[in-house]
């Protein structure tokens, strides 16, 4: 059995996610835009363990304010981890039962996490925002 590092080790039951956490991690960069017709929450870097508190924040915020469609785009996100991804599914499964429209810009990365988690049928996706702009304005079925 392969030995974990000391800073791994759990001590009363906690486990240090930060210092196991990936060397090219990339810190996660967030942009909200509210638009009228939408909201556009651009992430950028890793949406992982560590980046996912800051990333509940903009969440939070979106169900207060509770905009008529958001758009979360991915499309510059290099990594998602089952925390991030969980995440995701809160804000679909939340927003949802508002009647908020929730559209996700995705790129190959995130697509092949949806599909490999058979999660793509959940999510409305697009390949641009454009496009997802055009989902929630009703001119794309």
């Keep these: 059995m392969p030995k974990l590092p000391v800073e791994a080790v759990p001590q009363r039951g ?3 996610y930060d210092s196991v956490r990936r060397k090219d991690a990339m810190a996660l960069s967030i942009d909200l835009a509210q638009e009228p017709a939408c909201w556009v929450l651009t992430l ?6 560590g980046e996912c508190s800051s990333f509940r924040i903009n969440i939070d915020r979106i169900l207060k ?3 008529p ?3 979360v785009d991915l499309s510059d996100l290099e990594y998602l981890d089952s925390s991030g991804l969980g995440l995701l599914l809160s804000l679909s499964k ?3 039962s508002q009647g908020g429209n929730l559209v ?5 990365t995130v697509d ?7 999660l ?8 641009s925002l454009g496009e997802a702009k055009q989902i929630v304005s009703g001119s794309v079925s």
């Excluded at 996700?104 to 190959?108: G, Q």
């Excluded at 092949?112 to 058979?118: E, H, V």
């Design 112 to 118: 092949n996490i949806l599909s490999l988690t058979r």
């Design 104 to 108: 996700l810009v995705t790129n190959e």
């Design 94 to 96: 939340e927003y949802g």
């Design 69 to 71: 469609a958001t758009i």
């Design 14 to 16: 906690t486990i240090f």
């Design 44 to 49: 950028r870097g890793d949406l992982d363990y």
């Design 120 to 127: 793509n049928g959940i999510f409305s996706t697009a390949i």
């Design 65 to 67: 304010s509770a905009p």
